[in-house]
């Protein structure tokens, strides 16, 4: 018994299947597939979760018919040669004490024809406003074949050590379309009252059900409010639930919020949205029926988890980011340090942000997420010096034969350095940190400071902890320069020493303060002197993810007006794959941020900046205060070529040091120096 | 003007000559052999490098070598393989293919294409700054930290020891590619290339040897690789000549210079424009004009006098006619005819006959896959091409409606003699059935449509240009029925007595289309009268004259830019509104987004994103109907009136005719009548209930 979260840790059972505590990897897209076959890398990941103390894993969903291939990566259930491949996964997550559920489904309309080349099947023909393609309006025959792919699927699943079956039927599936006002209507018995909508779900239970027996437990995933209009709402949820418990063939109620093609910034909620926001769903299920509740909603703290249990809001809580980003979640947090799970940020880009460009998923943090099965390197000879390489080419004699601890000076503390200083302490070697400013976390913990963005800051604070764990010290407000180099005399130098701001052809120089006429400045440079910009002050904005947008909410509350400017399309157009869209514009409206897609600044003046409008040549002059760039930056390398021709050093170049990109790439190449060194 | 170069029509070649220009072999230029090096090639025609997302484990394989092989044995002279990656650190998409896993196939193909007469040729590259780090996870490399506008990722500013080893790289190989059998190499100094990269005041800021001169990198690699494969192989460059940036990048001036250097090496030329900023006009879709490099070639042609390399025409060659054309002028000896290629790939065969090749539109919405998506090449018109593989496996299947197999059909067997094929609906997906079912050898094949000339929805999309070249497909059809012995019997069929003498076990195939239905915003409402649908649109468009309609969107496709364009082009005053952050996006792949944005805000047009339209209920007793523009994230409404309103993409599967007879026969519902979808599935589905037709009638 697990004394601070004790119901998080107490055992569970649906129906004839016991759980060891309440903690469940629910079912979510991994783009892991191969052939629309289960790979290693899955059962290397849900393996990892399992060992790390999960009670409950349920894999993402198994396609249960041909006419069904939404995405290039989905796994076909209804192909017999997945049994091996189940097999491994279901041993594998079982040798560590989890269960394991498979989730089946059909996306129906939320699909497409482009890998199948087969017409998509729905309740109407009625096309999805993601997918938009039409689909046909199934007929009875249909139906039945479609039940009938449910329970080969279900059995298939179950005889190769599957202990239950989650139907999916919320979020994109052909269940939710049938139970759903918006694309149901039919006139026959299956459309029209909630009653026939609801009879292809309660049919389907009878049909699975009889197809697995009764053992493996069996689970309906239901959809609690799709957010759209004319959609599900949770008093027909409601009845749905209670129709479903008087079937007596349905151990468990999974729940959900939203629709994946119309609503998917609800179902999988990024750090703008608060956590336990879908609460109100199981909370109001649990209360109308006695099965038990699955619960979720970026859950990602013990606490939280154990008081949505506590306050009776549901039975088991899905963590699913959470422990994407730390498979040992559920043993750590049951330990006497629960401090060292390595939190998610719920930042959606190496996860989510993944899934919806078609790749594999991973973590910002946890760069072995997605990647348990081989680990770093992609080739046997994968060599540090080779193209796109880390570091200078060493001399034959002091490449791969010098083993060993090594002595690392690490130049920067800033989320590549810090993760360099983890991965080599793991390894042995004697690691010294030294960081210019006077805290750590570089451009990220400046990035964390701005609205919406504090879990940002997460990554590094993971970091320091995992450090402090390792009792690896930082010295800060010194730098790193040749004569340090030559006191100290390390083995290796690991420049991490990040970037600074770049003038484009139209600036001169960056200011540092407002004066009279056109400020000029730079984003790294406002957040670093915290800069309190007023008047009228524009945004230009190159990279499009979330520095302008999260700097404009931040500036509107010392700026008369903000607007962000862009040569793109639209404004933030990074962010519609880590799902941050409709917030983002919600708040912009909210705070009166003007948007001005598709312009250049040209040349600026005493009064503003000149733009151009790229798609019509138009000119314009924008009367402003301050301008600030959100451009690409460049590398702060000076270290890395001074130090060329100190003997005997090795040296490497990292993160935004070597080139200015994203923190999951500075987490990547500190882990990267560990698996070469 | 405008950033990037404004995309003018350009007057570049004289389209008059048709895809019907049919020429017996010995007098079409195109069809001579031409010596390229110490190889000669059978005739004029390439096959040029395209991205297939065939090459699953970063190799060409099976689907790669079907694909490839159906032209090879087709005649083209030249077959040019997709980029191979030099070095794996180029991992530009999640299939692109490297050189070493590449070389089993490779070899293959180079044995297949020897059988043949066919050169294959190994296209070389790594792709820089314009690469990808999301499957590699490493650093992107490049001269300079310029980053790309597409890959949106700095690079890192190559060290020389990486340059070193990049020529190492491509020098071992080309080696590898020859020592394997291809007959030559073409490296890509074009789109995506980290040689044009370096060569580009674009992208090229260094201060180092290789930055003082931009052309160093180009002559060292050339030189190494022609050295390492020797004179018996064959050597190309495909070339931008051309950024199209105004700012600065490639020009004619500096490509012919940079050729006059090392022609001497070279054996063959590809000319092509588009640099990173303009990606979108390497291979444009149908706004820009057929042969649209023509002028640029021919500049080059002129500053290059003397030249011991054969200069290769490369831009939407779509038909031989202009292939034809450009050779003649004498400027070029090889034309690219990818496209071309890919719709049809017995284009050459086919010169030979009487037969027109099936004709590219340069609708660019199969055979350019660019997004992550990782969708195989294929052809809008063309439901084999891209499927050669899966096609040789799986084509003797009967399959229902639904497209899933149904070996009940099997065991319906009647003679040749005895069924009979009624095929209500002579759009595109019955005129393609009712041809296919002519050329296996069927007799009693009815043919009905309730107007008075065949088309359909074809017919209609025919009528708007802005909608592309559709007519040239109607016209290949309409012509590939003159020679088939099928009546069009013109005959609205109510009930399937009415089809001719109808008997039990005959099929049905319904290929009857879609119909408009009304906007959404209009269900409930009294105001039918306001709404108009995009097929009349498109063939009346004068409705649209003077008034201002508003045309509501929620599919940002190709036909959204096509109704806008043509009501603008009618004199209406336009309000688009759309729910997308932007308009017309899932037009993107075919390259036209950004050209669409920038002809539409050169009209009386007003493009209202993030927007829903609500209708006023309230306005009885005014002339005009009137409603709001509602953003969606916003309250400010806008209040319009209007005269007209459309949706973009509403429309249902006609109902089937009624059986009252209670026939036993088959009947398959095909195309637009199955779901209103694309030309893409109307001629899948005609093909399969043809094989399935054809596997009815087998013998056991």
């Known amino acids: 018994m697990i004394r601070r979260f004790p119901l998080l840790y107490s055992s569970i059972s649906l129906g004839r299947q016991t759980l060891r505590n309440r903690i469940v990897f629910a079912a979510h897209l991994t783009n892991f597939a191969s052939q629309g076959l289960p790979s290693e890398q899955h059962r290397a990941y849900y393996e990892e979760r399992a060992r790390g103390g999960a009670g409950l894993i349920i894999t993402e969903e198994l396609s249960v018919h041909p006419s069904d291939w939404p995405y290039e990566k989905m796994i076909h259930g209804f192909n017999d040669a997945v049994r091996p491949r189940y097999r491994t996964i279901t041993e594998s997550v079982h040798r560590h004490g989890a269960l394991i559920f498979a989730q089946i489904n059909h996306n129906g309309s939320q699909g497409s024809s482009l890998y199948s080349r087969l017409p998509l099947w729905a309740p109407s023909q009625i096309p999805d406003p993601l997918f938009r393609e039409m689909p046909v309006a199934i007929s009875e025959p249909t139906i039945a074949e479609l039940f009938e792919s449910y329970a080969t699927t279900a059995q298939r699943a179950v005889d190769c050590g599957f202990d239950g079956i989650e139907l999916q039927c919320s979020h994109s599936s052909i269940i939710r379309q049938f139970l759903s006002p918006k694309t149901n209507h039919r006139h026959d018995r299956y459309g029209g009252s909630l009653t026939n909508r609801s009879r292809v779900l309660l049919e389907l239970i009878n049909v699975v059900r009889s197809a697995i027996g009764p053992t493996a437990a069996l689970g309906v995933r239901l959809c609690g409010d799709e957010m759209i209009d004319d959609g599900i709402e949770i008093n027909e949820a409601v009845e749905v639930a209670r129709s479903i418990e008087a079937t007596g063939q349905v151990d468990y109620i999974n729940t959900s919020i939203g629709v994946a093609t119309a609503s998917l910034y609800v179902i999988e909620a990024s750090m703008t949205i608060p956590p336990l926001y879908s609460r109100f769903v199981p909370a109001t299920l649990r209360r109308a029926v006695d099965l038990p ?89 994968e060599r540090l010096d080779g193209l796109g390489g880390l570091g200078a080419p060493m001399p034959r004699s002091l490449g791969s034969a010098q083993r060993g601890r090594q002595r690392v000076l690490i130049a920067g503390a800033g989320p590549s350095g810090l993760q360099a200083a983890l991965a080599l302490t793991q390894r042995g070697h004697r690691v010294k940190v030294i960081e210019q400013r006077s805290s750590a976390g570089g451009m990220l913990t400046l990035a964390a400071s701005l609205p919406t963005r504090a879990e940002l800051g997460d990554l590094v604070r993971n970091q320091l902890q995992a450090l402090e764990d390792r009792r690896i010290e930082i010295t800060f407000g010194q730098s790193v320069d040749l004569d340090l180099i030559t006191e100290l005399s390390p083995d290796v130098l690991i420049v991490a020493t ?97 948007q001005l897609p598709e312009r250049i600044v040209t040349s600026l003046d005493e009064t503003g900046i000149n733009v151009m409008v790229h798609t019509t040549g138009q000119a314009e002059h924008l009367d402003a205060d301050a301008l600030v760039l959100v451009n690409h930056r460049r590398p702060l390398d000076d270290l890395y070529h001074q130090t060329q021709s100190v003997r005997g050093l090795k040296r490497f170049r990292l993160g935004d040091a070597l080139a200015p990109r994203r923190a999951h790439q500075c987490v990547i190449e500190g882990d990267l120096l560990g698996e070469l060194l | 003007m405008s950033a990037a170069e404004a995309v003018e029509p350009e007057a570049a070649v004289n389209t008059s000559a048709t895809s019907n220009e049919r020429v017996r072999d010995g007098q079409l230029t195109a069809l001579t052999p031409h010596q ?9 025609i390439i096959f040029g490098p395209h991205r297939t997302n065939f090459c699953h484990d970063r190799a060409l394989g099976e689907a790669s070598l079907a694909y490839y092989g159906a032209r090879i044995s087709s005649d083209v002279a030249m077959v040019v393989t997709e980029d191979l990656s030099v070095d794996p650190s180029d991992w530009p998409y999640e299939y692109a293919p490297e050189i070493q896993r590449s070389l089993p196939t490779l070899a293959l193909l180079a044995r297949l294409g020897y059988r043949h007469g066919t050169a294959v040729v190994a296209s070389l590259n790594h792709s820089g700054a314009e690469g990808s780090s999301a499957y590699s996870q490493r650093v992107l490399l490049a001269p300079s930290d310029e980053v790309d506008v597409d890959a949106m990722e700095p690079p890192k500013s190559m060290e020389p020891y990486e340059i070193d080893l990049l020529k190492g790289a491509f020098r071992a190989a080309a080696s590898n590619a020859v020592d394997a059998g291809a007959s030559g190499i073409e490296i890509n100094v074009s789109q995506r290339s980290v040689l044009r990269q370096f060569l580009s005041t674009l992208t090229n800021y260094r201060v180092d040897p290789y930055g003082t001169d931009r052309s160093l990198l180009f002559r060292e690699t050339i030189g190494e690789i022609r050295h390492a494969v020797g004179n018996g192989s064959i050597l190309g460059v495909r070339l931008c000549v051309d950024e199209r940036a105004s700012w600065g990048g490639i020009t004619l001036e500096t490509a012919a210079a940079l050729l006059n250097d090392v022609g001497a090496l070279l054996d063959y030329v590809v000319v092509t424009s588009g640099s990173g900023f303009t990606k979108y006009l390497y291979r444009p879709d149908f706004h820009q004009p057929a042969g649209f490099n023509a002028d640029r070639a021919r500049d080059l042609h002129d500053r290059s006098q003397g030249r011991s390399w054969a200069l290769a025409v490369q831009g939407s060659i779509t038909n031989i006619g202009i292939g034809e054309q450009l050779l003649n002028e004498g400027f070029c000896e090889l034309v690219e005819m990818t496209r071309a290629l890919i719709c049809d790939p017995d284009l050459i065969p086919k010169l030979r006959t009487t037969q027109s090749p099936r004709p590219c539109i340069r609708c660019n919405q199969g055979c350019l896959p660019q997004d992550t998506r990782n969708i195989s090449v294929r052809c809008l018109i063309n439901p084999d091409s891209g499927w050669e593989l899966s096609t040789a496996s799986d084509g003797e299947t009967t399959r229902n409606e639904l497209g899933l197999p149904d070996h009940s059909l099997r065991r319906h067997r009647r003679s040749r003699r005895e069924l009979g094929v009624h095929i209500v609906g002579a759009g595109i997906c019955g005129l393609d059935l009712a041809i296919r079912l002519h050329e296996q050898g069927l007799d009693s094949v009815h043919l009905y449509d309730s107007q008075d000339e065949p088309g359909g929805t074809l017919r209609a999309l025919a009528a708007n240009r802005f909608a592309g070249n559709f007519d040239e497909l109607l016209a290949y059809y309409l012509d590939l029925l003159t020679h088939v012995d099928v009546n069009i019997e013109q005959r609205f069929i109510r009930d399937l007595s009415d089809c001719n003498s109808i008997r039990d076990g005959d099929v049905v195939a319904y290929c009857v289309g879609a119909q408009p239905i009304p906007p959404e915003v209009l269900n409930g409402t009294s105001n039918g009268s ?23 969107d929620e599919m940002g496709s190709t036909e959204s830019i096509a109704t806008s364009e043509i009501l603008l082009d009618s004199g209406a005053s336009l309000h688009i509104v759309t729910s997308d952050p932007v308009f017309g996006t899932r037009s993107a792949s075919t390259g036209d987004l950004v050209p669409s944005l920038q002809r539409l805000r050169a009209r009386d047009c007003t493009v209202h994103t993030a927007s829903r339209f609500i209708l006023s209920t309230s306005n009885q007793h005014e002339v005009r109907p009137s409603g709001f523009v509602s953003p969606i994230f916003g309250h400010q409404k806008k209040y319009v009136t209007f005269d007209h309103l459309a949706e973009v993409g509403r429309r249902q599967s006609r109902p089937t005719p ?33 094989t399935t037709i054809y596997e009815m009638l087998r013998l056991p």
Request: some cysteine; hydrophobic content about 40%; glycine content about 8%.
């Open chain 1, 293 to 381: 509740i699955v619960g979720s909603g970026r859950i990602k703290d013990p606490t939280q988890a154990e008081k949505a249990l506590a306050d009776g809001d549901m039975d088991l809580v899905g963590m699913v980011r959470a422990q994407i980003a730390d498979p040992n979640f559920a043993t750590t947090a049951a330990s006497d340090h629960p401090e060292r799970i390595r939190l998610c940020l719920s930042c959606n880009q190496e996860c989510v942000g993944r899934m919806g460009l078609n790749r594999w998923l991973s973590c910002i943090e946890n760069p072995l997420a997605g990647r348990e099965h081989i680990g770093h390197l992609h080739h046997d000879d």
């Open chain 2, 36 to 44: 390229v090096g110490t190889y000669e090639l059978k005739n004029r």
């Open chain 1, 498 to 594: 990040g970037s600074a701001p770049k003038l484009p052809y139209f600036v001169s120089r960056f200011d540092t303060e407002q004066g009279s006429g056109l400020m000029v400045t730079e984003v790294g440079i406002v957040l670093t002197h915290a800069l309190p910009l007023k008047g009228s002050v524009y945004i230009f904005d190159e990279i499009g993810f979330h520095h302008a947008t999260s700097l404009a909410l931040h500036l509107r509350s010392t700026a008369d007006s903000v607007t962000i400017i862009t040569p793109h399309l639209s404004v933030g157009q990074g962010l519609g794959v880590t799902l941050d869209l409709e917030t983002w514009n919600t708040a912009a409206n909210e705070a009166d941020i003007r």
């Open chain 2, 658 to 690: 009624s059986n009252e007879a209670l026939l036993n026969v088959h009947t398959f519902r095909l195309g637009d009548a199955l779901a209103p979808r694309s030309i893409s599935e109307a001629l899948l589905e005609a093909e399969r209930c043809a």
């Open chain 2, 530 to 552: 306001v709404w108009i649908d995009t097929a009349s649109i498109y063939s009346s468009p004068g409705i649209a004259y003077n008034k201002t309609v508003v045309l509501i």
